[in-house]
Structure formats: structure tokens, C-alpha cells
């Protein structure tokens, strides 16, 4: 493999790493931390990437601030939903569990009557830079800069601040904390929201490199499902460990020609067989087959194992 | 309190079941466009979900060929009622659907299916019902079907002009990357031959040969990452690139290809992008110049067109609709059925069938159009277009009346009239 090869399935690993991390880092604070299985994720997913749409088509605002707005808007509605729904759930997972689907749905639908059932695109003019013989684009860096950056937000606001400090006594004990002065259901309620935000966040990031419509969270959820229950239950090891694990396999798999076959034809300028595989189908199996694998060995996932062995 | 039932209620009762149980079978001798003034017709379309980009076009060419043939009478003095439904990008709701319109709503024709794998889930119904259908959409050729009419292009009428325009212009290398279901690799079959024997299902003499270079990539529809398979592509280097993606989801491949600087680069064809009005969605700095060909594109200059064109923007209040070939062959299949139901004085299958079979031919807006007998699928001519700058296409080139060739050759219903098939190159 030569060097600029070698360059650029890095950093096709790197984006397969982001993209799980951008996905799965609020559903790591939503399902991770406080145990509520949110399928409406997914949409707030799409409702970032539909406020960077109305913010750029409709308001003629700069990309950027569209991106800006997205965890604002989106942690607003996260907050109502949790405020309206959730918080007479708390305690019953299957009860949260059909509700957020019915959230899911309603936010789809609520989402086709405003913009219709059509794919849009937000172009985006950032260029590219070269590696060796391959040019790639700059748009992947930076979504790799934000996504390590949201990481360690996510952090410093739960290690260093006050805030941060009192949502984990609230997850750990809800009633010790509720003891000792701390408002919980207001700490359940923004902890939600900033899940909710990130969510948006990542939608609103992804947004000009895929197709902008209703139903777009559905392709993303399980994944992002996925990324957390391997990651396990330590919110930001967790994510990066699995989000590493399982983007390094996904593009790893993805480069590998699998098998040759025969082509038809008249065989005119030889070679006649041509490599199939190596495409984002067999990536998707082997992430599958891994995450599989290591939910068996780890229950817990990565970092519930780690957890145990201290 | 309940009285005991008495002779009379009884009989009553038992009239009124009996009644419910044989009325149906009675209707399913004389269906229901036999007795009413309304002849219901049937149209599966995907309205939502991620083939909706091109079940949108066809529902609006739908929808304004019955609003039109109804504005001019109706079909044999009888108005259509056009019953639609949403089949949800989900291949699980064609079948559904069909026994629906079939049974129940006991409609003259079905028109739709846009994926090939939406078509194969429910054509077995169709050939069940003996049901007269029409697909209306490009597809990777070979269906032979008594029950079935094609007004979609296939195979040689697209990838001929295409190999010859990209081998001539481009190179001989190309790369494929190709949606991952039947039309995806049967087309791959396809247009790995015509694209080594320069253009032709047989060798073409003189002029180069293609090759492949790299792999052919078939990408599940969900897929919307493109990463890995833009540098592949970049290593393959190709002279051209043919693709045959499909769905809402695959838009993103030419955003992405743009975006890694390579648009330029690499140049594109394709047999199936346009058709969704894809270079509505995109920027022009992201595909102009991306190659395609088809027999319809809003630019055609004819009297028809202009009217159609006209109609079209009226009926959904936006003077920059772009139809595309998915709305236009809606619109034509449409008035193929009608045309044979004029011919037959008939709705009825057979007597359509034959009809049609007459070789029946019309100008459309695309021009004029003509169906093969045989194969049950359309001659065209075809037009080579590259994008524009201004959401549009630029014909290159157009080829009269091109045959389905592939097809053709295979297929003969008037020989074989109980064929129900899909032929497809080994």
C-alpha cells in the first residue's frame, strides 16, 4: 500500500469515527445516562438539518449560522417534548419507548406538511486539498473538528461546571440529589434538551453532504442505537471507544476487494473479471457482525467492561 | 330484553347474507367499469419515502393525462376515476395494493411501479389476475409480458448512445457504480457489453472498445456516505464514470464527488440521473455537465411539448416546474391505454391488448412515439443531454426512433402469448 493510500484510509477511518460520534453522542446522554429509549432521535436529527434548510433557503442566512441555530431550535423542542411527554414517564421504559415513536412519527409528519416529502440539498463551498493522487474534501475535516470539539464540550460541561456536577448526582441518585437542594426534574429536563441539541447539532453538520428530507432520521437511528449499546454506559468513553471500534471495522471492510467475477460480453480488451465488494454494503455487515460479537464478550459494552474490571 | 327471532326477520336476515355472499361474484363476471358511468383505473405510485423523487413527477404526469382525457370526454363516452395510492417507497405495499385495486376496486388498468424490485414483487399479481398493466418508468430491459405494456426506455436506448458519446469523447476506461437490487445489476450485466463492444450488443466495427477499470460497486439504497467509494474511484482513475444509482439517498453521491474537487475531473453518465429531476435538487456547480439520455427532456422544442409544458406548470402553480422523464412517461403511458381502448371500442383486456398489439403510434410530447408489437415496449427517439447552469439539460445529440433492441430480440408475444418473463444477459 503506498503512502498516500495509506494517507486516505485514515482518514476514511476517521470519518466513519465521526460520523457514528456525531450521531451517537446525544443518544449517549438520552439512553446512555438517563436509560430512555428516545426513537424520536432520529428526528431531532432531521429537525437540525431542516432548520440549517430554512435558515439557508428561506431566511438567506450564511451556512454557519444556520449550523448555530439547529442545537438551539432543536434543544427548544426537545425541552417541550420532554416537559409535555417524558416527564410523566419517568420509571416506565416501555411506556417512553412507544411514546417517543409516537413522537417520531408526529414529528415526521409534522415536518412532510411544512416542506413536503422531497429530498432538498444545502450546497456548500468549501474545497478540497490533495493526498498524493487523491483530492479530498475539507468539508470532512471539518466535520471531524466539530464532532471532537462537541466531544469535549460534552466534557468540560459535565467534569468542570456546576451544571455538570449536579445532572450526574440527578442520573446517579435521583432522590439523594432531590435531598440535598438539587432541582431534579429541571436537571432531567435540560440534560434531555442538550441531547436533543447535540442531536440537531450533528444533523445540522451532516446536512450538506446528505439528502435533506422528512424521513432521513430513519436511516441514521439505528445506527446511532447501535454505537451507544456497545459503547456502554460511561457517556463519552463509551461513545468514542465504540464510535472508534466500529467506524475503524465499517471502513476497514469497506476498502477490501471481497471476491472476483466473470463479466459477460465479448471480451474485447482483456481483463474480463472485475472486483466486486468493497462497498459501504459489506461495511455495513461487518459493523453489524462486530457489534454483535462484542455485545456477546461484553454485555455491558466497552466502557461497562472497563467499568467492571477497575 | 331480546325477542326470539320469528320466521320472517329470519328469512330476511338470511336473504340479506346470502345476498352480501354472492353479490361479489357476481361483480367479478361483470366488473364494474361494465355497468357505471365511471370506470375506475388504478395508478401505484410512491408519493413518500425515497423514491418519492420520482414518484412525485410521475404522480403529476398521472394525474394530468386522466384530468385531460376526462376534459375531452372520457374514454367511450365513460369518465375515468382515477383511484391512486401511496405505496410508500415500501415494496411490501405494491402486492397489497394491487390485489386492492384489483379486487375490490376492480379497476380496467393499472399503471405504475417505479423500482424494478417494486415491479417483480407485484407483476406475479398481475399475471395471477390476467390484469392489463403498464410500467411506465426507465428500467434494465427484458421484461416479456402478455399483460404488461412498457413506455419507459431500456438498456440499448440509452447505453448505446451513451457508450459511443463517452468512448468518442471521454476514454475507454470506465468505472461503475451501480444501487444494489435487480435494476442495479442487471444493468451492470448490460452495460458491461454494450460499453466493450464500443457501444452495441454486438461488436461495433471500427471505433475504440471500453474497459473497466477498478470495481463495480453496487451501494444498498440507504447508503448516503460516499467517502470510501470517491477515493476507490480516484484510484481507479477512470476516464468516465457510469452510474446507475437510484433514490433520494444517492443524490448525495454526486454532492460528495463534487465536493472531493472532482467533478472536473472525472467526468459522469449515467441512464438514471434526471429522471428524478436530480438536477433540480443539486447545484449546477455540482453536476453541469453530468451526461444523460433520454427521449424526454422539457427542452424539446414541439407543438405537443408546448402545450404539455404549459398544462403542467398551470396544474402545480409553479411557472419553474420541471417535468422530467418520469412525468412525461406517465403522461404517455396513459395515452397509450387510452389510444387502445379507442382502437378496441373496449375495455376490456384482450380486445386492448390486441389493439396496442396493431402497433398503435402517436406524436407526444416527446415526440413521436410508437409501441412495438412484439415486445410490448416503445420506440423512441432518444436525446443525449448534459446539464446545464440553468436547472436544466442541453441536447448533445438525438437519435430517431430507437428501438428496445435487447428486448426485441428476446421477446415475442405475438408468438408466444403466454409468456410471462424477464429475460436478462447470462
Known sequence: MSLDTAAIVVLEILNSITILVLLALGLALIFGMMRIVNLAQGEFFTAGAFTVL????FAHLPLWVGMLLAPLVVAGIGIAIERLIIRRLYGRPLDVMLATWGVSLLLIGLITVIFGAVTQGIPFALGNFQVGR????????????????LMLGVYVLFRYTAFGRRARATIANPEMASAAGINTPRMFMLTFGLGAGLAGAAGAIMAPIVGVVPTMGVLYIARAFITVVVGGPVVLVGTLSSASALGFIEALISRFSLFQ???AGHCAPPPCAINIGGSAFFGQIALLIFAILLLRLLPQGISGFWRQRR | MRRPLN???FLRTAAAVGGTAVVPTLLKLRPAWAQGKKVPVGSLLDKTGGINIYGLPAIAGTEYAVAEINAKGGLLGKQLELIQYDTQSDIANFPKFAKKLILEDQVAVIHGGITSASRESFRPVIDEYKQLYFYNIIYEGGVCDKYVFVTGETPTQQMGPI???ALKKYGTKAYTVAADYNFGHISWKWWDIFWRNGGGLEPVAGGKKGQHVGKVEFIPLDVTDFNATINRIQEAKPDVLMSFLVGGAHINFYRQFAAAGLKNKIPIVSTTFGFGNEHIVLDAKEVEGLVACYPYFDELDNAQNRTFKAAMK???GDPNYYIGDAGAESYNGWHFWAKGVQKAGSFEREAVTKALESGIEWDSPMGRVKMDPASH????TMHLAAVNNKRGWNVIESFPNIPPTETMQLCDLIKNPNQHTQFQPK
Open chain 2, 163 to 165: 457508450a459511443k458519446y
Open chain 2, 314 to 316: 398551470k396544474k402545480m
Open chain 1, 261 to 263: 467475477i466473470e463479466t
Open chain 2, 7 to 9: 320466521r320472517r326477520e
Open chain 1, 134 to 149: 487523491y483530492s479530498y474534501p475539507e468539508y470532512r475535516i471539518v466535520m471531524t473538528t466539530v464532532a471532537a470539539g
Open chain 2, 377 to 380: 415496449h416503445t420506440i423512441f
Open chain 1, 54 to 57: 430554512t435558515a439557508v433557503r
